[in-house]
């Protein structure tokens, strides 16, 4: 009767010594996890800023389009008509 008990302390005392290492661990992975996404998304990013600058330097029709619809430029002698909508 002695030995099942015995058993049952030492398998008590590991699962409780052992146990916050195991949710530390898996914390860490978790985290991790997120990490790699967060870099997969940054790089992402980054690829698409360095198409976008490429374009903006090789590309004279969509640096203009880019200047027209984004900066608001126009060119020398142009005018521009805004239309409001009144309701």
Request: proline share 3%; net charge positive.
């Amino acid at each position: 009767m002695r030995n099942p008990i015995l058993l049952f302390v030492i398998a008590l005392f590991i699962l409780i010594a052992f146990l916050p290492s195991y949710t530390k661990m898996q914390d860490l992975k978790a985290r991790n996890l997120r990490y790699e996404k967060e870099i997969q998304d940054l790089s992402l990013e980054r690829d698409q800023m360095i198409y976008e600058r490429q374009r903006l330097e090789n590309d004279p029709e969509y640096r203009e389009k880019v200047a027209r619809e984004e900066m608001g430029l126009i060119r020398k002698g142009e005018k521009v008509y805004r239309f409001v909508n009144e309701l």
